[in-house]
């Protein structure tokens, strides 16, 4: 039996560079339909929001439509 989606922990993706290094990683949670990315040092630079298909920087300024997390990740 599957635990509560409040149980669940969010599922993680580390971006690495072609060197291997990671720059940053993506955070999906389930909870709030969003995915969260943070650069290699854990900060907040940016949110997807799934159910508007919209993407947000880190001050919550809308970046554009679609899924941009990883264009927010290389800058």
Do not use: C, F
């Amino acid at each position: 039996m599957d635990a509560p989606a409040y149980h669940q922990t969010a599922s993680v993706q580390v971006i690495r560079d072609r060197r291997g290094i990671v720059i940053g990683r993506l955070e999906e949670q389930r909870l709030t339909g969003k995915t969260v990315a943070r650069d290699a040092r854990g900060l907040l630079v940016g949110q997807y929001d799934h159910r508007a298909n919209v993407t947000r920087d880190a001050r919550g300024v809308l970046v554009g439509t679609g899924n941009l997390l990883p264009a927010l990740l290389l800058r």
